[in-house]
């Protein structure tokens, strides 16, 4: 695995690119052009736009298949309760979009106008942007290489008007690349208020989840803390819990003591998500299912300034 030498010089120093730490990196070549000195511009234009997000919170995990899309979309739904909060759900898996079918919003279109992109909005108070909105088939495979995904995530950030909003939720794909750097260094001067890491109870998972943190730590990005999904099943017909992802090594608790971050709650596997497809997002307030409404109190606890 390819990592920045410990004593590199920084892009910006007389020596980046030549010196002899910069020997075997990558993106040597890249430093000594000078290049990654040059700023920019759409970082101030990025900073600019984000004026208006009051809050900035990401959901991460090293792994896929998590529930990372079901939180957020429920996340984002349920801060939308208040109809006095405006709400933003930002997708950036760029190769596998699925904010659209989970918000009931499958075949909708984004519209440009003389402020940007316009969001799909699933309420007035809840707007929705995703690749899979650009997509002529929700089949259609994204081949991309990293530099034209870091360009699809600046315009997002940069060409979408998203107006006076109270929380930008961004819904992340698995892993620890170029989607997640970009995200982060476009939004770093705009302040982030941190992640939401979503994990599942048992080691495959967990294994993976704690590089994500060590990821968080390395790009000085704040935890606000660990969300367990798919713990347990209460069995609906006989009320008896099953645990179908073991947690053998102590699950997220345990994890979280370890590594000394808040674990916000746990989340068990619901049938009514699954069976709804989030269909429930397009009914009526009342008929709607809820996704752990006090882990979600935890989410805003720990990200909002005491």
Not at 145 to 161: A, E, H, S, Y
Not at 212 to 224: A, R, S, T
């Amino acid at each position: 695995m390819e990592e920045t030498p410990h004593d590199c010089p920084g892009t910006g120093s007389a020596q980046a690119g030549r010196g002899s730490a910069c020997q075997g990196c990558p993106n040597q070549q890249l430093c000594a052009s000078g290049a990654g000195a040059v700023p920019d511009p759409a970082m101030e234009e990025i900073k600019e736009k984000m004026k208006t997000v009051k809050h900035k919170i990401l959901v991460l995990s090293g792994k896929g298949g998590v529930g990372k899309s079901t939180f957020s979309a429920h996340l984002a739904h349920a801060l939308a309760e208040d109809e006095n909060t405006q709400v933003a759900l930002l997708d950036i898996d760029i190769c596998g979009p699925s904010i659209p079918k989970m918000m009931g919003l499958e075949g909708e279109q984004v519209h440009q106008s003389g402020s940007g992109w316009s969001p799909v909005f699933l309420e007035d108070n809840l707007g929705v942007m995703s690749v899979g909105f650009l997509l002529s088939s929700p089949d259609d495979a994204v081949i991309w290489r990293g530099p034209k995904k870091n360009g699809m995530i600046k315009q997002f950030l940069r060409d979408v008007d998203w107006g006076e909003v109270d929380y930008l939720i961004v819904d992340t794909p698995p892993g620890t690349s170029d989607e997640h750097l970009s995200v982060i260094q476009y939004l770093a001067a705009a302040h982030i208020d941190g992640a939401v890491v979503i994990t599942t109870p048992q080691e495959v998972s967990l294994q993976d989840v704690r590089k994500e943190i060590n990821f968080c730590h390395k790009v000085k990005l704040p935890i606000i803390g660990v969300v367990e999904n798919m713990s347990g099943f209460i069995c609906p017909k006989c009320k008896k819990e099953s645990q179908i992802f073991p947690p053998t090594t102590g699950g997220a608790e345990v994890m979280c003591q370890d590594l000394k971050i808040p674990l916000l709650g746990k989340v068990p596997l619901d049938p009514h998500i699954g069976i709804q497809e989030f269909c429930s997002l397009r009914q009526p307030k009342e008929e709607r299912t809820s996704l752990a409404p006090e882990t979600q109190r935890n989410v805003l606890d720990e990200s909002s300034p005491s």
